[in-house]
């Protein structure tokens, strides 16, 4: 597994955990940070893990893009190139890769943060998170997705009350909206989120791996284009997954 320095990572069975490490700046998302991260799930992705859990060291997930470091000498226009673009790889693969990924949300969940929650396939929070996209403040536009996830995730009006009005939303109105899954007491988020991963990988790889695959055209495609793509879906081959045959599971 890569060296890292920004990230930690931890596997325990069929559940890989990577987890931002910069809790004394809230997680903020730096160049060596998004690397790292994009490194490591690379390598999820082609393991025989089955759940990538996402979360942040400390009280937060992450409040944003580091901002002293995108503003030091060092950020050159290559760097910042390289970091947009890795960012979006990152996001890219959360949606893609045969694993289940899950969000583990505590207190912020802000702009770039909440843009590479929106990759995973499952948010779920602590009652003390909060969601918010401050790009407006900072006279930025997003450029990892955000204008394209957001609104998918919980409609076009309430996207632009966050974005445009600033608008932060709360772990019990992120349910309400559909933000996110579930909003859990903050000492209950891990079992929680242990317990809905513990779940995914009981399942067959394979037909996790296709029904991901398949949810997400039904976003990128019409109704009779994704009926169609359906039906012509061979089911993908997931790390160390075997086929139970339907006799077997008729014997339960």
């Known amino acids: ?4 320095t920004q990230i930690s990572f931890s596997r325990d069975g069929h559940i890989a955990r990577l987890t931002f490490e910069r809790p004394a700046q809230l997680n903020a ?3 060596t940070l998004i690397d790292e991260t994009l490194r490591v799930t690379q390598e999820v992705a082609a393991s025989d893990a089955r759940v990538l859990i996402v979360s942040g060291a400390g009280k937060a997930f992450s409040a944003g893009v580091d901002l002293k470091a995108a503003t030091s000498p060092e950020y ?3 760097v910042a190139k390289r970091f947009s673009e890795q960012a979006r790889e990152v996001e890219k693969l959360f949606e893609t890769m045969p694993q289940a990924t899950i969000a583990q949300v505590r207190g912020y ?14 948010i779920v929070a ?13 006279g930025l536009k997003p450029g990892w ?37 579930e909003a859990v007491p903050d000492e209950a988020l891990e079992a929680r989120v242990t317990e809905l991963a513990e779940a995914i ?11 991901k695959t398949l949810y997400r055209s ?3 495609l019409g109704l009779d284009a994704g009926l169609e793509y359906e039906g012509e879906l061979k089911m993908p081959r997931a790390q160390g997954a075997e086929r139970v045959p339907l006799s077997e599971h008729l014997k339960k």
């Open 1 to 4: 597994m890569t060296e890292t």
């Open 29 to 31: 998302l730096s160049p």
């Open 76 to 78: 050159t226009r290559e």
């Open 109 to 122: 969940c802000y702009t770039g943060g909440l843009e590479l929650a929106l990759g995973c396939d499952f």
């Open 126 to 138: 602590s009652e003390n998170a909060s969601f918010a996209d401050t790009h407006g403040k900072l």
């Open 145 to 181: 997705g955000l204008s394209q996830r957001l609104p998918a995730r919980i409609g076009v009006m309430r996207a632009k009350e966050m974005s445009l009005a600033g608008k932060k939303v709360g772990a019990e109105e992120a349910v309400r909206i559909g933000l996110i899954l």
């Open 201 to 211: 990988a009981g399942m067959q790889p394979r037909a996790v791996a296709a029904y």
């Open 218 to 220: 039904s976003l990128n």
